[in-house]
């Protein structure tokens, strides 16, 4: 990849409508060139896709809690059992394995603590091998970002 590369990368981020007209002129490239190259991005997974971002308070899903997960055991199957639950689960947004005291982060959304409560109960403490989980309510996201920092090498 070079800096041309990275310079579409950061505006599609930014704007992932944006035309290839309006694309190729901020990256000072013929439209035709420019379109190749995306296609390229696109075909070598540095794209991986295109999406929304979607207003969590307009639909009622702006409830955020940290749950930390221990496993009973982290043979692989159980770890194959939990990772193919959790991506069944749409309001757990993100699932990190993490090395430390735990196993599992998540990060997950939901309309209130009732909510909340009711997924724990009846979806999460049933997970495959969950031995505990630890739940931290959001109080205020003040950072979230969907983006990845692209190198320096923009010249911005």
């Not at 955020?64 to 689960?89: C, K, P, Y």
């Not at 430390?100 to 939901?110: E, P, S």
């Amino acid at each position: 990849m070079d800096r041309t590369d990275y310079r579409i990368l950061h505006e599609i981020q930014e704007n992932g409508r944006i035309s290839m007209v309006e694309l190729s002129k901020r990256v000072n490239l013929t439209k035709t060139p420019c379109a190749e190259r995306v296609r390229r991005l696109e075909k070598s997974g540095a794209i991986q896709g295109y999406f929304t971002q979607v207003d969590p308070e307009i639909i009622e899903a702006a409830h955020v809690v940290m749950v930390q997960v221990q496993l009973s055991g982290t043979t692989a199957a159980d770890l194959e059992a939990f990772n193919a639950a959790v991506r069944s689960i749409p309001q757990i947004q993100s699932c990190m394995m993490v090395a430390g005291g735990f196993d599992y982060l998540l990060k997950v959304r939901t309309k209130n603590i009732a909510g909340y409560r009711e997924l724990l109960g009846a979806v999460i403490s049933q997970l495959p091998a969950v031995l505990q989980t630890h739940t931290y309510v959001v109080m205020e996201v003040v950072k979230d970002e969907v983006t990845l920092h692209l190198p320096d090498s923009l010249g911005k």
